[in-house]
């Protein structure tokens, strides 16, 4: 049973989702070609041949949802009676600024907005979208936290801090920032049995028959890859087709750090001369599949990841073993974020329709929803009036000018209510904005009380090890 407290929790702030290819989670069944090709992979990156789980992600700093697929994966291995471990599959290919960190901050008018704070040094020499493989590993910065809108967020901003300057060892950023999670993830996640980059992977030996094959016939590749892709037109972009200069579904690195991308002579080039070649999402994501007894992708990698299945299928003939998905929606209390849990919400009436019939100041609430459709007994007059008399007629210009001195009379005899409700609207606006960051789920999950990750986590863990149905 999950416990009361974390019960209260979870129905206030999570939502937590677990699926498994298989009912029980156990591997599955996999073809000769699939199982061979685990078994090069595995061997390249001196991986044990029992039981392996995996999650994956970019580097940066992990919301909730994403410490939710590596706390399954560690869960699934701690769930086998025999020998497993977890892998973390660091997908250091995307180009991303691994030490920024947003944060609740406060403007000089007292409002809180999300900003971002970078927590190291930035390196001339590196673009700041470079690759994280090629940034170098190093201690945090000092930075001025007297913006930041609660102690909490202060206190997690120093948490991560605190773990930056502890593995400042790492070979790059991409893995410094892998270790920078776990470090600050560790009540709640065991440590894995191995963090391997999609640099690594990509350039094992196990992986390098499916590069050369690639290579060696780019347009049949990019056909494949482009029927697959027109089964979900927005999972990824099709591959250029022009014969010797195909596009293939690797990167280049550009000396600055940043990816590109290259056609197949120029990787052909490229990969003769050792430079850095790395996967794109279906060839890594695929590796990482092959690899695993069971792999787990948040919810949004579920999609493509069907797609890719596709392309695997036709091009290299092999099958992608079945995965997991896990995730979770968790927001932080008010307070974390320098908020107030009263934040008013809109009023019955807006300023605009008072301002054009004051007497809806002073209907009933239970009236409020319909007061556009109703009209006051003196204007529902002049209007009829208006309607009776001829076009362009004295008459008419008359009931007009009655309408008008009617409305302004009425306006100011309101006026103190009206100016009161336009204020409190502007407030309302800019308490809306407050109240969005309230229902954000991309917090990094430093920002969040420990009770709630710990529900989540309690959930997760008895969603995989509660007897099959």
């Known amino acids: 049973m999950i416990p009361a407290e974390h019960s209260e929790l979870l129905a206030r702030q999570a939502s937590v ?24 992979l595995r061997e390249s990156l001196a991986l044990p041949a029992h039981f392996l789980a995996g999650a994956g992600h970019q580097p940066i700093l992990w919301h909730a949802g994403i410490l939710a697929k590596f706390i399954a994966a560690s869960a699934i291995a701690g769930a086998r009676a025999g020998p497993a471990n977890w892998i973390h599959f660091l997908s250091d290919q995307d180009g991303v600024d691994a030490f920024r960190m947003d944060l609740p901050l406060r403007d000089a008018h007292g409002a809180v907005r999300r900003g971002s704070i970078r927590l190291v040094a930035n390196d001339p020499h590196v673009a700041r979208d470079a690759v994280a493989a090629v940034h170098p590993s190093q201690a945090a910065r000092e ?12 206190d997690g901003c ?48 196990g992986a390098q028959p499916i590069v050369e094959r690639i290579l060696s016939d780019p347009v049949a590749n990019a056909q494949a890859f482009n029927a697959a892709v027109r089964s979900d037109p927005h999972s990824a972009k099709p591959l250029h087709i022009a014969g010797d200069s195909t596009e293939v579904p690797l990167w280049g690195v550009c000396a600055d750090g940043r990816r590109e991308r290259i056609g197949a002579s120029e990787a052909r080039r490229r990969h003769a001369q050792g430079r850095v070649l790395l996967p794109r999402a279906f060839l890594a994501s695929g590796l990482m599949r092959v690899i695993c007894d069971t792999f787990v992708h ?35 209390e008010p307070e974390r974020l320098g908020l107030r849990a009263d934040l008013t919400t809109g009023n019955a009436v807006t300023w605009r329709r008072a301002w054009w019939d004051p007497t809806q100041l002073d209907r009933p609430p239970e009236q409020a929803p319909d007061s556009h459709k109703m009209l006051e007994p003196v204007r529902a007059a002049i209007l009829a009036r208006i309607a009776q008399a001829p076009r362009r007629s004295a008459a008419r210009r008359d009931g007009y000018r009655a309408l008008t001195a009617h409305i302004d009379a009425l306006r100011f005899s309101q006026r103190a209510r009206l100016d009161a409700l336009k204020h409190t609207e502007s407030a309302q606006l800019a308490a809306g904005a407050q109240r969005a960051l309230l229902h954000d789920r991309t917090w990094p999950f430093v920002l969040l009380a420990d009770a709630s990750i710990t529900a989540m986590a309690t959930t997760i863990i008895q969603r995989i090890n509660a007897p099959a149905s």
């Open 17 to 40: 989702t677990f699926e498994c290819g298989a009912a029980d989670g156990s591997a599955p069944v996999l073809t000769e070609a699939t199982a061979a090709l685990r078994r090069e």
């Open 143 to 154: 930075i001025d936290l007297t913006h930041v809108a609660s102690q909490q967020a202060v």
């Open 298 to 332: 948040g919810t949004g990698g579920a999609r493509y990841e069907r797609v890719a299945e596709q392309w695997w299928r036709a091009f290299l003939g092999i099958e992608l073993p079945s995965f997991a998905t896990a995730s979770a929606t968790l927001v932080p």
């Open 158 to 205: 120093l948490r991560v801090r605190t773990a930056i300057d502890q593995t400042t060892d790492a070979p790059h950023a991409g893995i410094q920032l892998a270790r920078v999670m776990h470090i600050c993830a560790a009540q709640w996640l065991p440590a894995p049995g191995a963090i391997v980059s999609s640099n690594a992977l990509i350039a094992c030996a």
